[in-house]
């Protein structure tokens, strides 16, 4: 089965678009995870970061179709971190959780290939279902990717819009009437016209952040074949009237990451009273309680 049918079949049995980020830092986490690492440690903190991840999945596994970890943050703990990003991994897929790995990899000839080996498909070494992808070395830094996609029903997201402020410095430039990221798009939209489950998307999807809605409006026409993976929701000020110009009809086609909003949910102002450190379970699971509230499209 493929990653995008998977991904829409998690989409429909929890009737959620939510993308839980798993983006562990030690200054955040709850009073009682931060405060079991006694010596300083990078073990020690790959354990909490492990252990802060696991019951994450715990919380929000019948609630959400997919969880994303960031890997910078466990790949600045060293080896250690990496131990705990495999296990944080293995466990959302153990949890029925579809996984899409935040690396935003990218290279040309061998060593995409190496990187696509690495990280796609439940057969990887990693195991994840889908790997974020940079496409700024080109068409030849993307094909290999594909290649693997095409071997084992895994899927990636190519960065396209992002919704940082400072991507329209590349992104948005103009050669020949078209921008940069309308190449990118164009290029997804060709290399998924072969590639198509019976719903019409293919393996490759698109990073286009709720910063930017009306790009995002834009970039949902121009790629009809492409899921979207949508960040910038709930911390850094995307909104539910943002994203849902992303969506086809039904509530398919997008997921709508949140990180920071909702595993902290724990320090918002609307939870810290009345959940606080003690209870960040509790916060955490009502944080995605309300964005799948705010974003109820599946129909």
């Known amino acids: 089965m493929s990653f995008a049918t998977r991904l829409a079949d998690a989409v429909r049995r929890t009737r959620s678009v939510t993308c839980v980020g798993l983006d562990p830092r030690k200054a955040s986490l709850p009073a009682p995870i931060r405060d079991s690492v006694s010596q300083d440690r990078p073990e020690e903190w790959a354990a909490a970061y492990t252990q802060f991840c696991c019951e994450i999945i715990d919380v929000v596994g019948d609630l959400v179709p997919c969880v994303k970890p960031q890997a910078a943050f466990f790949e600045q703990l060293g080896p250690a971190g990496m131990i705990s990003l495999g296990e944080v991994i293995a466990y959302a897929r153990s949890k029925n959780l579809l996984v899409i790995l935040d690396g935003k990899r ?9 990187y696509a080996d690495a990280y796609l498909g ?3 070494p990693w195991g ?22 095409d071997s084992r029903a895994a899927g990636v997201f190519v960065l396209v819009k992002t919704s940082n402020p400072g991507g329209g410095l590349l992104q948005n430039r103009e050669t020949d009437g078209q921008t940069v990221f309308g190449a ?3 290029l997804l939209t060709e290399l998924n016209s072969t590639r198509q489950n019976a719903e019409g998307y293919g393996p490759l999807g698109a990073v286009v952040g709720a910063t930017y809605p009306q790009e995002l409006a834009e970039l949902r026409a121009a790629m009809p074949h492409s899921w979207i993976l949508i960040p910038g929701f709930g911390a850094q000020g995307g909104a539910a009237d943002d994203v849902k110009v992303g969506f086809h009809e039904g509530g398919m086609g997008a997921v709508v990451n949140s990180s920071r909003h909702i595993i902290f949910a724990h320090a918002r102002p609307e939870y810290a009273d009345k959940f ?24």
């Open 106 to 114: 990218n290279d040309i000839g061998s060593t995409a290939t190496a």
């Open 128 to 149: 994840s279902d889908s790997l974020t992808v940079s496409p700024y070395l080109g068409r030849d830094s993307i094909e290999p990717f594909v290649d693997v996609c």
């Open 276 to 299: 606080g450190d003690a209870r960040w379970h509790d916060a955490v699971r009502a944080a995605t309680e309300q964005m799948n509230a705010q974003l109820d499209l599946v129909s």
């Open 122 to 124: 439940a057969e990887s």
């Open 184 to 186: 990118v798009a164009e």
